[in-house]
């Protein structure tokens, strides 16, 4: 990840971090006073079950917080938190009242559990969303609004408590994540290519600066305070307004599915607070719910938009959302059950809120079961049958191991271990059958007898004297098929080897087919290079001289004009100039492998953004092409390092062993999975670079992890018995 990445995750741990400790460090209780008179009187309660729990009742007059004496002067209408009361009652009894979260379960689900939750959860699914689509606009814009979201519904505990930097980020936050929204459908609208029918959405960013000075003013006066709270509650209202305005008239206007289940995936988590809370409250009326209890839905968030992953496209949303159905049914009926048992075991202990709380946190665990569960069967399915039950993986490793084979005794020697393994009977033999050694026949009506390879001169029989069951038949059988074709192949390329062998001993540098290869070889290569050479330099060249058309035809030459067209004939000429070298390194042959591999260098660390960190040591050998081969290793390391690697820095060192070198690559780039490398971009220059390798009896080692860099250990030594 960049550092600008780093720095958003990173404030947005220490930011989640400090509210949800200012919210835990001292609990919420939420008393209105009457302060007309000397001594504070209480007259309304956030939480009147608790308050009725600890005989605290409208009337009391407020004599401590926290053990400190209080004044009407001294308070505003209400009373936030506290960690201990004292108060009086109208007939003179003092009370002393200890307040903790437990006593209050509301205030310790709604405003600590649940944020935290949501707090680990949001964090989770953003870094999901953006290792799967690096630098990716969409996706930025998603994961911004994804945390802007969690981080604004977290900070709501610290912004009732008072806390000046909570009730700041509250109030950008609740603004800017439908800004951010909007942006990004912005953006999707033109992927998808349907016309934008709004404003730009950078104008919307323009709240931002009014609702820093819409604080300034509550810090500086605090009579303004009710004001401003309604205020951002006003423009939140108008922008998801605003929102769901732009995703219904489009739907209806394109009728397309993405759109629909955007709209239902953003509609769902915030039009219960928008109708419960915010719009009761513009108007002057009482919420409906709470704002705790309304931003509850907010919790839908992570689990709508995970789904709604951004890479060159959006991935089939409706499969997924089909599957999140169906585990969430089954999910809701065992959340359900467990509730209801819990609920009865402890039928006097638990209030509704904390009924409530035990059905979500039940549901989203067996929600994550399944889902845990998917993804360990995706991984482990082939494993997870005993080998002696599974025939279809055993006969998937049994070919893995069979085809390591190199030739045919040992063939027939591995299939003989997986027979004996498989069936656990040693009752079968093979027998080849030749015009030298004929089949006895009396054992042709013995036990069960399998063909595994005929040519004619040559038949290759398996006689098993041992009772099979129907599946132990079928996997022999198809074990058999792949021996068969395995012998195949080891005879063509045993005949190969006789060929060329044959070949060499009688000096004779004819073979056809040998030739046919090379040559279907060349003028592939040339075909690459004509089609490089037609995208680019020969374009450049048509457009100079449509170029020179024109200036020719001009009854005044300007010399500008003409200058600018050298300056493209040299750029032209550079380029073709790099692909000669690039195809015979003229170096190499005038002053050698450690000269043109320095020249090379130089090259890439003008190209490149990344430090590069050469060691070229001088090597020598008798095989003059192992001077090319380390060029060409050498030059496609560097060129997958500029394409792919996003690395910052790359180090590169030669080596000269006996007879041989080493060459180790190693970068600090995205890495890769090297299961996944094949399907990557990355796969063309990975393989040419195994393929030169092997052709010289090498070894190469490829370790990488995704964004851990990628090591590359190539060492070969040459044959110096060998002719060429």
Same mark, same amino acid.
């Given at each position: 990840?960049?550092?600008?990445?780093?720095?958003?995750?990173?404030?947005?741990?220490?930011?989640?971090?400090?509210?949800?400790?200012?919210?835990?460090?001292?609990?919420?209780?939420?008393?209105?006073?009457?302060?007309?008179?000397?001594?504070?009187?209480?007259?309304?309660?956030?939480?009147?079950?608790?308050?009725?729990?600890?005989?605290?009742?409208?009337?009391?007059?407020?004599?401590?917080?926290?053990?400190?004496?209080?004044?009407?002067?001294?308070?505003?209408?209400?009373?936030? #938190?506290?960690?201990?009361?004292?108060?009086?009652?109208?007939?003179?009894?003092?009370?002393?009242?200890?307040?903790?979260?437990?006593?209050?379960?509301?205030?310790?689900?709604?405003?600590?559990?649940?944020?935290?939750?949501?707090?680990?959860?949001?964090?989770?699914?953003?870094?999901?969303?953006?290792?799967?689509?690096?630098?990716?606009?969409?996706?930025?814009?998603?994961?911004?609004?994804?945390?802007? #979201?969690?981080?604004?519904?977290?900070?709501?505990?610290?912004?009732?408590?008072?806390?000046?930097?909570?009730?700041?980020?509250?109030?950008?936050?609740?603004?800017? #994540?439908?800004?951010?929204?909007?942006?990004?459908?912005?953006?999707?609208?033109?992927?998808?290519?349907?016309?934008?029918?709004?404003?730009?959405?950078?104008?919307?960013?323009?709240?931002?600066?009014?609702?820093?000075?819409?604080?300034?003013?509550?810090?500086?006066? &605090?009579?303004?305070?009710?004001?401003?709270?309604?205020?951002?509650?006003?423009?939140?209202?108008?922008?998801?307004?605003?929102?769901?305005?732009?995703?219904?008239?489009?739907?209806?206007?394109?009728?397309?599915?993405?759109?629909?289940?955007?709209?239902?995936?953003?509609?769902?988590?915030?039009?219960?607070?928008?109708?419960?809370?915010?719009?009761?409250?513009?108007?002057?009326?009482?919420?409906?719910?709470?704002?705790?209890?309304?931003? &509850?839905?907010?919790?839908?968030?992570?689990?709508?938009?995970?789904?709604?992953?951004?890479?060159?496209?959006?991935?089939?949303?409706?499969?997924?959302?089909?599957?999140?159905?169906?585990?969430?049914?089954?999910?809701?009926?065992?959340?359900?059950?467990?509730?209801?048992?819990?609920?009865?075991?402890?039928?006097?202990?638990?209030?509704?809120?904390?009924?409530?709380?035990?059905?979500?946190?039940?549901?989203?665990?067996?929600?994550? &079961?399944?889902?845990?569960? %998917?993804?360990?069967?995706?991984?482990?399915?082939?494993?997870?049958?005993?080998?002696?039950?599974?025939?279809?993986?055993?006969?998937?490793?049994?070919?893995?191991?069979?085809?390591?084979?190199?030739?045919?005794?040992?063939?027939?020697?591995?299939?003989?271990?997986?027979?004996?393994?498989?069936?656990?009977?040693?009752?079968?033999?093979?027998?080849?059958?030749?015009?030298?050694?004929?089949?006895?026949?009396?054992?042709?009506?013995?036990?069960?007898?399998?063909?595994?390879?005929?040519?004619?001169?040559?038949?290759?029989?398996?006689?098993?004297?041992?009772?099979?069951?129907?599946?132990?038949?079928?996997?022999?059988?198809?074990?058999?098929?792949?021996?068969?074709?395995?012998?195949?192949?080891?005879?063509?390329?045993?005949?190969?080897?006789?060929?060329?062998?044959?070949?060499?001993?009688?000096?004779?540098?004819?073979?056809?087919?040998?030739?046919?290869?090379?040559?279907?070889?060349?003028?592939?290569?040339?075909?690459?290079?004509?089609?490089?050479?037609?995208?680019?330099?020969?374009?450049?060249?048509?457009?100079?001289?449509?170029?020179?058309?024109?200036?020719?035809?001009?009854?005044?030459?300007?010399? %500008?004009?003409?200058?600018?067209?050298?300056?493209?004939?040299?750029?032209?000429?550079?380029?073709?100039?790099?692909?000669?070298?690039?195809?015979?390194?003229?170096?190499?042959?005038?002053?050698?492998?450690?000269?043109?591999?320095?020249?090379?260098?130089?090259?890439?660390?003008?190209?490149?953004?990344?430090?590069?960190?050469?060691?070229?040591?001088?090597?020598?050998?008798?095989?003059?092409?192992?001077?090319?081969?380390?060029?060409?290793?050498?030059?496609?390391?560097?060129?997958?390092?500029?394409?792919?690697?996003?690395?910052?820095?790359?180090?590169?060192?030669?080596?000269?062993?006996?007879?041989?070198?080493?060459?180790?690559?190693?970068?600090?780039?995205?890495?890769?999975?090297?299961?996944?490398?094949?399907?990557?971009?990355?796969?063309?220059?990975?393989?040419?670079?195994?393929?030169?390798?092997?052709?010289?009896?090498?070894?190469?080692?490829?370790?990488?992890?995704?964004?851990?860099?990628?090591?590359?250990?190539?060492?070969?030594?040459?044959?110096?018995?060998?002719?060429?």
């Amino acid at each position: 990840m960049s550092k600008w990445t780093y720095s958003i995750f990173i404030t947005y741990l220490l930011l989640g971090i400090y509210v949800l400790v200012v919210a835990s460090k001292i609990p919420y209780i939420g008393i209105s006073l009457d302060t007309t008179s000397e001594q504070p009187v209480m007259t309304e309660f956030y939480y009147p079950n608790w308050a009725q729990q600890h005989n605290i009742e409208k009337g009391d007059l407020l004599l401590t917080i926290d053990g400190k004496p209080v004044r009407s002067n001294q308070l505003d209408s209400s009373v936030r #938190c506290a960690k201990e009361l004292t108060f009086m009652k109208p007939n003179g009894d003092v009370h002393a009242v200890s307040v903790k979260h437990k006593d209050i379960p509301e205030e310790f689900y709604l405003q600590i559990i649940f944020p935290l939750f949501y707090f680990v959860l949001s964090f989770g699914v953003a870094i999901y969303l953006w290792r799967r689509n690096t630098d990716n606009l969409l996706t930025s814009l998603l994961t911004l609004f994804l945390l802007t #979201c969690s981080l604004a519904y977290i900070s709501t505990g610290a912004s009732v408590r008072g806390n000046l930097i909570g009730g700041f980020v509250i109030g950008i936050g609740i603004v800017l #994540c439908i800004v951010l929204f909007i942006h990004f459908l912005q953006f999707y609208f033109r992927y998808l290519r349907i016309e934008w029918p709004c404003l730009n959405t950078k104008w919307l960013y323009l709240t931002l600066p009014f609702i820093l000075c819409c604080d300034f003013i509550r810090i500086v006066n &605090s009579d303004f305070w009710t004001i401003i709270s309604l205020i951002k509650l006003g423009m939140f209202a108008v922008l998801v307004l605003y929102a769901i305005y732009i995703l219904l008239t489009s739907y209806l206007r394109t009728r397309l599915e993405k759109i629909r289940l955007i709209t239902i995936a953003f509609i769902t988590p915030f039009l219960p607070f928008l109708l419960f809370f915010v719009i009761p409250l513009i108007f002057g009326l009482d919420p409906i719910l709470h704002a705790e209890v309304a931003a &509850s839905s907010l919790l839908f968030i992570p689990f709508s938009f995970i789904f709604i992953q951004v890479n060159e496209r959006l991935f089939d949303i409706e499969y997924q959302l089909s599957r999140l159905r169906y585990y969430s049914t089954l999910a809701f009926f065992c959340a359900l059950l467990l509730t209801t048992g819990i609920t009865l075991l402890f039928i006097d202990k638990l209030s509704i809120v904390k009924i409530t709380g035990v059905f979500i946190l039940v549901f989203l665990v067996i929600i994550a &079961s399944f889902y845990i569960k %998917e993804q360990l069967d995706f991984k482990y399915r082939k494993i997870i049958f005993s080998s002696t039950g599974n025939y279809v993986h055993n006969l998937y490793a049994a070919v893995n191991r069979m085809g390591k084979a190199k030739n045919q005794q040992e063939l027939l020697e591995q299939f003989k271990y997986e027979i004996t393994e498989k069936l656990g009977t040693t009752a079968f033999t093979i027998t080849i059958i030749t015009e030298d050694a004929p089949f006895a026949r009396d054992e042709v009506n013995i036990g069960n007898h399998l063909l595994l390879h005929d040519t004619g001169e040559e038949k290759i029989m398996l006689n098993i004297r041992h009772i099979l069951q129907k599946e132990e038949l079928l996997w022999l059988e198809l074990l058999a098929l792949y021996v068969s074709m395995f012998i195949d192949n080891l005879k063509l390329i045993e005949d190969l080897v006789y060929e060329i062998k044959l070949m060499k001993d009688h000096n004779d540098t004819q073979l056809p087919w040998l030739d046919k290869l090379l040559w279907n070889i060349i003028e592939k290569e040339k075909s690459i290079l004509a089609q490089e050479l037609h995208d680019t330099i020969l374009q450049e060249q048509l457009h100079l001289a449509r170029e020179l058309d024109v200036l020719a035809s001009s009854p005044v030459i300007k010399k %500008e004009k003409v200058l600018d067209i050298r300056e493209q004939l040299l750029n032209a000429s550079k380029d073709l100039r790099e692909y000669c070298e690039n195809l015979s390194p003229p170096l190499l042959d005038t002053f050698g492998l450690q000269i043109a591999l320095k020249k090379l260098i130089q090259k890439v660390k003008i190209r490149a953004d990344f430090l590069l960190n050469a060691q070229i040591e001088r090597v020598q050998f008798q095989d003059v092409t192992l001077h090319l081969v380390v060029y060409r290793l050498v030059q496609e390391l560097l060129n997958n390092a500029i394409k792919h690697a996003e690395a910052t820095e790359v180090s590169l060192r030669l080596q000269a062993i006996n007879r041989g070198f080493i060459l180790q690559y190693d970068d600090n780039g995205i890495g890769c999975n090297i299961e996944g490398l094949m399907q990557s971009s990355a796969s063309m220059g990975i393989n040419g670079i195994r393929e030169r390798v092997r052709a010289f009896n090498g070894d190469i080692t490829i370790t990488s992890n995704l964004n851990e860099g990628m090591h590359i250990f190539i060492q070969i030594q040459e044959d110096v018995d060998s002719d060429d």
